[in-house]
């Protein structure tokens, strides 16, 4: 799947002035992007088609469809194409869809060109995860199911684990597999599995990641012996190729030719583990011969049960090893691991939400979070998503309640404000977190980051982050600390600075600063950073009345270096540092 958050080569093709200015737009933005010219704008579209990824025509749709019609030929391989009308007020996303990147390329152009992105692709306008969106291959009747999922009718979904699908919605009902996993006579199914099925015009089948193939092999063993291996080995044991990892190798075999390869063919990386790593897994057919040679007794069936992460307690054997002339090959089949995103929502605003975040809020089929920050992003979660919400002073049950979906083979994320990972639920719910389970952390753009941005440049040289909030840390710390920062004269950030219950811990910290630095050192307060009822106030340590703030504020006290420079506090990078 071709995403385009990542260079890509993209052709603009252009026919007017105005055309021309937008590509030029395009191109001083996106480097990767390049003004493609010839004979004609029709020989122009097909060069461009031809040599690059993308293709964004600022042409009339029509030209544009009668142009590439003769030249179309899979969706899994065209170019994505997004077509810019003149005045740049639409992008609309014509070829390439969620498969090719159209999709996306069409809100990246329109973001750029400040035009509305256009999707007509029936999964993303009604908020659904295309089948061929996962990540993952996808086989079968996928247009057929696909239709059945948008228009509400049961479908089947019978999977040999719980693998970390994305929300899906109701009619999408989860059923074991073998217990009448086949479809009865006009319905439907979605099949998660690395086994060869029968295939049928309402199955489609979804290829998890879930095999790997150890290899072993003589030095110099030809390529077709290696993939006539490992495709005569997958056959004969009834699994897909699709469903391949990984390959997985001894470190001396991470040059061989042959394997290489293989691995190549079919998409995958070569993994490479030392004799060592490879000695310490039981496998049921060790060889002193191979010993011997290589110093494990086994490399194709170690290798394999070792996988990509060196977890061999998460494996299978399923196909011992098996030899040619030169090669050995076995293949474990990796049992799925839970996914937990833990997100980073920003302050507060939309705008401020990076696009990873929205991304993995939309990949996961459990969302779990405060409920004023869950009330922020209901609108992007897919159908079918499940909200588990809590308010106040909750944060390690949330913590727990996020660990246990994904440890149960879902995939969930775990939403904060600001960064998860300041003063958030990064922290608690990674203490629970283990080896079951992936984790993906989603930075986001700090309260402190926010409030420093309305202030001016507070933070432009060293500064400190502080909670006054003693509820997990005894005050006698938190004293500790803020003495070191003052003494260290950082400029200093208070999170949690003061509530109803607490109420004297920002008057005793301020002193404490106010005994190493000038009393006009300028403190920043801001209230709702990018939230409705932001506000920004100024003051100085010898002015500021701690009855402006509560616990949706954050507080930044200066150095004895920061300034006001026209109403805005400023701390010198040190370009004119004066001692």
């Not at 040599?51 to 179309?72: E, K, S, W």
């Not at 973001?111 to 999964?123: C, Q």
């Not at 597999?177 to 319905?187: H, K, M, S, T």
């Not at 939230?531 to 003051?539: I, M, N, S």
Request: aromatic fraction near 4%; glycine fraction near 10%.
């Amino acid at each position: 799947m071709n995403h385009l958050s990542t260079p890509t080569r993209i052709g603009l093709v252009a026919a007017t002035a105005a055309g021309r200015r937008h590509a030029h737009t395009v191109t001083t933005a996106w480097p990767h992007a390049r003004l493609v010219e010839g004979d004609s704008v029709a020989d122009a579209l097909r060069t461009a088609w031809t040599q690059c990824d993308a293709v964004v025509a600022f042409l009339a749709t029509g030209a544009v469809v009668r142009i590439l019609a003769p030249l179309l030929g899979d969706k899994r391989t065209d170019p994505a194409v997004v077509v810019v009308d003149e005045a740049a007020r639409h992008a609309v996303a014509l070829l390439g869809g969620h498969a090719g990147g159209g999709n996306d390329l069409a809100e990246q152009v329109g973001a750029l060109l400040d035009a509305r992105p256009v999707v007509t692709t029936a999964t993303d306008a009604v908020g659904l995860p295309g089948l061929d969106t996962l990540g993952w291959p996808v086989q079968g009747a996928v247009a057929a199911v696909s239709r059945a999922i948008l228009d509400g009718e049961p479908v089947r979904l019978v999977a040999d684990a719980d693998w970390p699908l994305p929300a899906l919605p109701p009619n999408v009902r989860p059923q074991p597999a073998g217990e009448g996993g086949d479809a009865p006579e006009g319905g439907y199914r979605l099949l998660v599995t690395d086994r060869e099925v029968p295939l049928d015009g309402r199955t489609a089948v979804l290829r998890p990641p879930s095999l790997v193939a150890g290899v072993g092999a003589s030095r110099g063993v030809p390529a077709t012996e290696v993939a006539e291996l490992l495709h005569r080995v997958l056959a004969e044991a009834g699994l897909s190729p699709a469903s391949l990892r990984c390959l997985a190798s001894a470190d001396v075999k991470a040059d061989e030719a042959g394997i290489l390869s293989t691995a190549d063919a079919h998409g995958v990386p070569l993994v490479t583990w030392s004799a060592t790593e490879l000695a310490a897994v039981d496998v049921p057919h060790p060889s002193e011969v191979v010993r011997a040679a290589v110093g494990t007794p086994s490399v194709a069936e170690a290798a394999a049960l070792l996988g990509p992460a060196g977890r061999p307690g998460d494996a299978t054997l399923l196909v011992p090893k098996t030899a040619s002339a030169m090669a050995t090959v076995a293949v474990a089949r990796h049992a799925p691991r839970g996914r937990l995103a833990v997100v980073g929502l920003g302050p507060g605003a939309a705008d401020l939400r990076t696009p990873r975040a929205v991304a993995e809020l939309r990949r996961a089929a459990v969302v779990v979070g405060l409920d004023q920050y869950l009330d922020q992003v209901r609108d992007v979660l897919r159908p079918g998503t499940r909200v588990l919400s809590s308010g106040l002073g909750a944060e390690e049950e949330r913590a727990r309640a996020a660990v246990a979906e994904a440890a149960a083979g879902r995939a969930v994320a775990l939403v904060g404000s600001g960064d998860a990972g300041v003063y958030a639920m990064a922290s608690p719910a990674l203490e629970y977190a283990d080896e079951r389970i992936d984790v993906v952390g989603v930075p986001g753009v700090t309260a402190a980051l926010a409030a420093g941005a309305l202030l001016g440049a507070p933070l432009g040289h060293d500064h400190a982050y502080l909670s006054l909030s003693d509820l997990h840390t005894p005050w006698e710390v938190i004293e500790r600390r803020v003495t070191a920062a003052a003494q260290g004269d950082f400029v200093t950030l208070f999170y949690n600075p003061r509530s109803r219950a607490r109420d004297w811990q920002l008057g005793k910290a301020l002193g404490i600063l106010a005994a190493h630095r000038p009393p006009d050192t300028p403190v920043g307060v801001v209230r709702n950073a990018s939230r409705p009822g932001e506000r920004v106030h100024l003051a100085t340590l010898a002015t500021l009345d701690p009855g402006v703030v509560d616990m949706y504020s954050v507080v930044v006290v200066g150095s004895s270096d920061t300034r006001l420079v026209a109403g805005r506090m400023v701390t010198p990078r040190g370009y004119r540092w004066r001692s």
